[in-house]
């Protein structure tokens, strides 16, 4: 199975492939799985070169905000999705 993700960091659309090379129960369905990314040498370049900008911007500022980011556990995350679902 390949999966897409896809997310947002310094404002830049972030795309990504790859597939699941391990899973681990971290509660009642709730999963945490291991990637594999498939990426070439174009997209490996691109990806340092943000990678490098927000190791810069946080030096500055450990509290980096300029992306998708979940700030509460997983658990809680799920929880208020499937709430918003009901």
């Not at 199975?1 to 509660?27: A, C, H, N, R, S």
């Not at 990637?35 to 174009?42: A, F, G, K, L, S």
């Not at 990678?51 to 658990?75: R, T, Y």
Request: hydrophobic fraction near 40%; aromatic fraction near 12%.
């Amino acid at each position: 199975m390949i999966l897409q993700f896809t997310t947002q960091l310094l404002d830049t659309e972030i795309k990504v492939t790859g597939y699941p090379v391990w899973l681990k129960e971290m509660d009642d369905d709730l999963y945490k799985y291991g990637i594999e990314y498939v990426i070439d040498e174009n997209e490996r370049i691109d990806l340092v070169k943000i990678f490098n900008q927000v190791q810069i911007k946080m030096k500055h500022d450990i509290l980096f905000a300029e992306g998708s980011f979940v700030s509460s556990s997983p658990a809680a995350y799920f929880n208020s999705l499937n709430r918003k679902c009901i």
